[in-house]
Nanobody, 130 residues
Framework: QVQLVESGGDSVQPGGSLKLSCVVS????????MAWFRQVPGKEREGVAS???????????NYADSVKGRFFISQDNTKGTVYLQMNSLKPEDTAMYYC????????????????????WGQGTQVTVSS
């Protein structure tokens, strides 16, 4: 059973930065898609970034338009951790952020628009306010 634990959420001012971490308890040989989602109460969960692992050291990131150029997803295989570096934060980035994982047959199925993930974390709160 894959377990995901997020951390790093905090309250920051607009323009600030945060780095979220997602520790993956166990990678299966086929878990090749990691993603970050966010959700505001009363709204649908929104995909923010995804990372497709094509080979042990070959990754393909993908981002929602709302965060392109500001957010960056990465993975450290040695630590079993996926990161979301968030820069130039805006008040509209305020949300609960969730890490997700799944196995997929292709890069095209590992995008922020895909919502069918096998494993989810409990979330970490990010608040951007002056």
């Amino acid at each position: 059973q894959v377990q995901l634990v997020e951390s790093g959420g905090d309250s920051v001012q607009p323009g600030g930065s945060l780095k979220l971490s997602c520790v993956v308890s166990e990678y299966t040989p086929t878990t090749n898609c990691m993603a970050w989602f966010r959700q505001v109460p009363g709204k649908e969960r929104e995909g923010v970034a995804s990372l497709y692992k094509a080979a042990p050291w070959t990754f393909y990131p993908n981002y929602a338009d709302s965060v392109k150029g500001r957010f960056f997803i990465s993975q450290d295989n040695t630590k079993g951790t996926v990161y979301l570096q968030m820069n130039s934060l805006k008040p509209e980035d305020t949300a609960m952020y969730y890490c997700a994982a799944k196995s997929t047959n292709g890069r095209q199925l590992c995008t922020p628009g895909e919502r069918s993930f096998d494993y989810w974390g409990q979330g970490t709160q990010v608040t951007v306010s002056s």
